[in-house]
Every structure is written in structure tokens, then in C-alpha cells.
């Protein structure tokens, strides 16, 4: 079944689409194309847009150290 998303949700993943993406994720930190896709076409986003939030999930940045 599709999920139906708001342009600003599209924007800013909702609540329901990041829960879905982390339980994808829990699964398969590292999925083919194919369920790239397949996760884009269910939450109604951009195969670009699961791509990059696999690939911020699997490199999250480094916290950056402050100088005193």
C-alpha cells in the first residue's frame, strides 16, 4: 500500500516515512536498487531522496570537537 505524503512532507521526511525507512533499515543497512525503489514508490518520495537518507544513516557525521 502507497503512503500519500504532503510537498512538505516530501520535503522533510515525515514521522511516518523515517519510521519506515529506520525499519528498512534495521533489516538492511544496504539495500539493492530494486528496494530503493520500491521504498520511494511506497512513501511516495524520490529514488534520490531514500538514497540519500541510506547514505546519511550508513555515514552519520562526526561530531565536531570545539576549541576552548
Given at each position: 500500500k502507497k503512503i500519500n505524503l504532503t510537498d512538505n512532507q516530501k520535503r522533510h521526511l515525515s514521522e511516518v516515512a523515517i519510521n519506515y525507512l529506520t525499519k528498512c533499515y534495521d533489516k538492511?543497512?544496504?539495500?539493492?536498487?530494486?528496494?530503493?525503489?520500491?521504498?520511494?514508490?511506497?512513501?511516495?518520495?524520490?529514488?534520490?531522496?531514500?538514497?540519500?537518507?541510506?547514505?546519511?544513516?550508513?555515514?552519520p557525521q562526526k561530531k565536531r570537537k570545539r576549541k576552548s
Open positions: 538492511e543497512s544496504h539495500p539493492s536498487v530494486e528496494k530503493r525503489y520500491k521504498i520511494a514508490h511506497k512513501l511516495n518520495l524520490t529514488f534520490t531522496q531514500v538514497g540519500a537518507w541510506f547514505l546519511r544513516k550508513n555515514h
